[in-house]
């Protein structure tokens, strides 16, 4: 069943190519546009929607995350991203024209049913993104998105994540589509972009194995380890601490770039080793050389620095000691492939040290409980 690799969380983070691509799948009409009638919601109803809350746990919030950044950027409504289990309790602001996305592999995570059961009753519509046919979430929803990523057997989520922010983005796109909020040649650009994004991830997993192998090896005695990301690096930080966490037990914290000297800075002593990502270096935008500089704060302090930045980008080469690699892509779909080497840096690191990758202690695959 592990089809030749040592452990389920190996193969399915190969399978992340495949994940991608099968969730791109029959998605589209014959002149490229967007076709989203499975989900049964009128193209009238998308229309309406002013605002959109995003309801999940753990990586599947972290997906929901990434989303938001798309979302806004392509469609201009408000997208909160809220952990399930905080929605009910908060009394949020509900209206027939929200739309809750409620994203989980498993479709049995009980926090996110209890939220979206509460977003029913309060008159909202619930679409879900579920990786699981006729899972709880799916049944309990007004429609569905189902993620192809395939069954995913160990306890960390991997290639289900990826799956979950393509479904997240082609509802984006539609959304876009129907309230007409981008030029169509602009989706058709978006969606080239993302039928290129398993070639890359393929890249990612064909070229820089090694490097990530001996980066964990070096570095299985650290007692903790900081993930520093930025707008959509944000997010992948926090999923990539969260992978070192739960398979590794190693005390991982992620946190926004900026945020640094707000306070985490001072944590960051001689040998600290800090993961940066780091966005696209391709005309050095703000966005680039605030990371950078984030970079520069932490050396001085005497950071050991692991960035995953864009092949060839000259100023991570300067400042990381070491650098896993990923090919050029639109920022967008740059967490599509950030997110890689750092599951296989958490697979590393608890294959070295010896632990159960597949079934972590503590953890159960869904949790079933509020
Ligand atoms: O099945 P779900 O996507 O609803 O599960 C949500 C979380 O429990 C899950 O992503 C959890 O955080 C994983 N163990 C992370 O690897």
Redesign the pocket.
Known sequence: QKGGWDSFMDKEIHEDPTAVADTLLGRFNPNGDLNLDEVHIEPEVFRQIDKIIIV??????YAGFVAKYAIEHWVRIPVEVELAHEFRYRDPILTPRTLVVA???????MD?LMALRHAREQGSRVLAIC??QGSS?PRESDAVLYTHAGPEIA????K??VS?VVAAYLLGLYLAQVKGTMFRDEIHQVVESLKDMPRKIQWVLDTQTQTIARAAKSLITAKSFLFLGRHVGYPVALEGA??LK?IAYTFTEGFAAGELKHGPIALVEEGEPIVVIVPSSRGRDLLHNKVISSIEEVKARGAFVIAVAEEGDPDVDRYADVVFWRPTCPTLMSPLVDVVPLQLFALEMAKDKGLDVDKPRN?A???TVE
């Open positions: 999940a746990c753990g990586t599947a919030s994203i989980s592999q498993s479709g049995e995570t996110t990786n699981t979430i306890v960390a989520s991997t289900a994540f979950q969260l992978k739960e953890l695959k869904s949790v």
